[in-house]
Nanobody, 124 residues
Framework: VQLQASGGGLVQAGGSLRLSCAPS????????MGWFRQAPGKEREFVAA????????YYADSVKGRFTISRRTAEHAIYLQMNDLKPEDTAVYYC??????????????????WGQGTQVTVSS
């Protein structure tokens, strides 16, 4: 039972998308939840994280000011609002929970398992 990401699609540069993530058959676990992405031929990279209890957030420099991570505790869901999308944002986006304390850049985080991602394609 993994996390299910959804909301991806094809969009032109400068456009917006909103990704959603919810666990299937369970609730979110652990301290933090986050979004990661993997472009073809590249390693998976950290995008954004949120602390579940009070909503603290942390962003990769590449998306700061354009992406917003949020959560709805009652619905056990997290979201990634992506604005001003660029072709370099093209990737499969994955959500992850059980991110360890403290909230930080999780670029070195590799622990699986990883659920099914959602494809985001930004055309120029």
């Amino acid at each position: 039972v993994q996390l299910q990401a959804s909301g991806g699609g094809l969009v032109q540069a400068g456009g917006s998308l909103r990704l959603s993530c919810a666990p299937s058959g369970r609730t979110f676990r652990g301290y933090g939840m986050g979004w990661f992405r993997q472009a073809p031929g590249k390693e998976r990279e950290f995008v954004a994280a949120i602390e579940w209890r009070i909503g603290l957030t942390y962003y990769a420099d590449s998306v700061k000011g354009r992406f917003t991570i949020s959560r709805r505790t009652a619905e056990h869901a997290i979201y990634l609002q992506m604005n001003d999308l660029k072709p370099e944002d093209t990737a499969v986006y994955y959500c992850k929970d059980e991110l360890p304390y403290p909230l930080r850049d999780y670029s070195d985080y590799t622990s699986g398992p990883w659920g099914q991602g959602t494809q985001v394609t930004v055309s120029s």
